[in-house]
């Protein structure tokens, strides 16, 4: 069974400018989270999808978005990118029972460099 | 809200040295714990998982035990391996509904390093 697949791996962009990731879910997961990871404030959350509907949003400002297509597949934003954007950018899917002690199962990340 | 909190790092040991790494917790309820590793350049692994008071979960010769009592699920190994060597994060996952969907809360993280 495939893993959670994330799309580019790495990518170069200069401030000011758009980026657009993208996660592939594990076959049968209807749930997709993203998390930020810099060496400053380690892994932080970003926002949860379920059935194209965002249920949970981190701290993060309004540059950020994302949504999830019918078929689980989920996308990030990140508008008028800054410095502080670098990061890897991880995405997480799980089959979501709340409460069960669901386990969420990571891609490799997309690494983002702001220059 | 839920937080985290592992040991300083960074660790390092002998290959075949017994490996603790202290991680201690702050949540609302019965929150689900778990330990992640991150070998260089990739993403994060599960390395294990407990769902409820005084279980266990072990993988790969790594345990840990949640411990309600004392708020803990200290990660432990008889005997490390130089392949062992990455950054090993504690994490939770609240049960508190609304805000608690698909997201953990992770500590610091710990890197360990293994010499042969």
């Known amino acids: 069974k495939a893993g959670v697949t994330q799309t580019p791996r790495y990518l170069i962009k200069t401030r000011g400018q758009q980026v657009t990731l993208s996660c592939s879910p594990i076959?049968?997961?209807?749930?997709v989270s993203w998390y930020q990871q810099t060496p400053g404030q380690g892994l932080q959350f970003l926002f949860e999808?379920?059935?194209?509907?965002?249920?949970n949003k981190g701290n993060f400002p309004g540059r950020f978005s994302g949504r999830q297509f019918s078929n689980s597949r989920s996308e990030m934003n990140v508008s008028t990118l800054e410095l502080g954007d670098s990061a890897l950018y991880l995405c997480?899917?799980?089959?979501?029972?709340?409460?069960?002690?669901?386990?969420?199962?990571f891609g490799e990340g997309s690494w983002l460099t702001v220059v | 809200g839920n937080s985290v909190t592992q040991m300083e790092g960074p660790v390092t040991l002998s290959e075949e040295a017994f490996l603790t790494i202290n991680c201690t917790y702050t949540a609302t309820g019965y929150p689900s714990l778990f330990w992640y590793v991150q070998y260089p350049g990739e993403g994060l692994q599960l390395l294990l998982k407990a769902t409820k008071a005084d279980d266990k979960g072990s993988n790969k010769g790594f345990e840990a035990t949640y411990r309600k009592e004392t708020t803990s699920f200290h990660l432990e190994k008889g005997s490390v391996q130089v392949s062992d060597s990455a950054v090993y994060f504690c994490?939770?996952?609240?049960?508190?509904?609304?805000?608690?969907?698909?997201?953990?809360?992770f500590g610091q993280g710990t890197i360990l390093t293994v010499h042969p």
């Open positions: 999808y379920f059935s194209e509907t965002q249920r």
């Open positions: 994490a939770l996952e609240g049960r508190a509904g609304g805000t608690s969907y698909g997201k953990l809360t």
């Open positions: 076959s049968g997961h209807r749930s």
């Open positions: 997480a899917s799980s089959y979501d029972v709340v409460g069960s002690g669901n386990t969420i199962y």
